[in-house]
């Protein structure tokens, strides 16, 4: 599932693109064909992200939501003008890379005839973007943004968010601080590879519970998480090792191999980056976690 990095990138994406231009909306597929309608030539005015969670504003007062889930991404392409990333979500390939569009096409006649399932079309005088598999795709309104943003948690991507309110909601339960990480409305957009990573890197022990962390231990993730995610944000990829902990130091995050780019995460059974014991894995709230049992001891 694409972590809060991906989506943050979707926002800068949209918000280059297409924000300020008058939209052709269409759902190819025919499932959002009712949504596309209300939006069709509208215009896009901002994107933002929260979390996993994307919102397309319009000047209708419409609001588009788009969860990708497991399975969902966007497509994008266009002419000279229109740049950025021609897929962002679902990882195609380990480290969530993206496919680079940055030259343009050579000559743009249009979007082309859709691809698979396209749930919604949007097409500019210049590019076009189709999403396809998305968990969640639907019209709200401004109002039902705040309050769905008001149930989550606090985003390390977000520069107003507030560190306490994410200490506090970790600090005052029993559940296992691995658990938490994943819950939404703890910390919005942390997934499986930030979670495992960060953990690691402060060498807690997952199951510990949040009651038994102290303040500073948890603010010390937070911090971390907004370094990372940040780096996140402006590579395209999830890289957590420091330089001297690779195979070659002194790389640009592109020339990091994928596997450098990670402690734990999909290393079952190699030596752990520290102490050389084996990274393990096991079942965690339905999604499998990694782990150095002798750097992550109780």
Not at 36 to 52: C, S
Not at 214 to 220: H, K
Request: glycine share 10%; proline share 5%.
């Amino acid at each position: 599932m694409p972590e809060g990095h991906s989506i943050h990138r979707l926002a800068r994406q949209f918000t280059s693109v297409f924000t300020g231009e008058r939209l052709q909306v269409s759902s190819p597929q025919g499932r959002f064909s009712a949504g596309a309608e209300r939006l069709n030539g509208a215009v896009l005015t901002g994107a933002r992200a929260h979390g996993k969670q994307l919102f397309l504003e319009f000047d209708n007062d419409l609001v588009l939501r788009v969860h990708l889930g497991l399975y969902g991404a966007w497509s994008f392409g266009g002419d000279s003008e229109f740049r950025g990333a021609s897929s962002i979500g679902a990882p195609r390939r380990v480290g969530e890379r993206e496919t680079a569009d940055d030259d343009g096409a050579a000559s743009y006649a249009g979007p082309p005839p859709p691809v698979g399932a396209v749930r919604v079309r949007l097409v500019s005088e210049h590019g076009w973007a189709d999403l396809r598999g998305p968990t969640a795709c639907e019209l709200i309104t401004g109002a039902e943004r705040d309050a769905l943003i008001g149930k989550l948690g606090p985003d390390p991507l977000d520069p107003d968010s507030d560190p306490a309110e994410f200490v506090e909601r970790v600090r005052r339960t029993r559940t296992a601080v691995g658990l938490s990480l994943m819950n939404q409305s703890v910390i919005a957009g942390v997934g499986n590879v930030y979670r495992a990573e960060v953990l690691f890197r402060h060498r807690l022990h997952p199951w510990l519970q949040g009651v038994a962390l102290a303040e500073g231990d948890v603010l010390a993730l937070w911090d971390d998480l907004v370094h990372l995610m940040n780096d996140g944000v402006r590579a395209g990829r999830i890289i957590t090792t420091k330089p001297e902990h690779r195979s070659a130091e002194h790389l640009e995050a592109s020339e990091v191999r994928t596997e450098d780019a990670h402690y734990v995460y999909k290393r079952t059974g190699l030596e752990c980056r520290i102490c050389a014991t084996q990274v393990a894995m096991a079942e965690m709230g339905a999604r499998k976690l990694y782990w150095c049992p002798q750097c992550q001891a109780r």
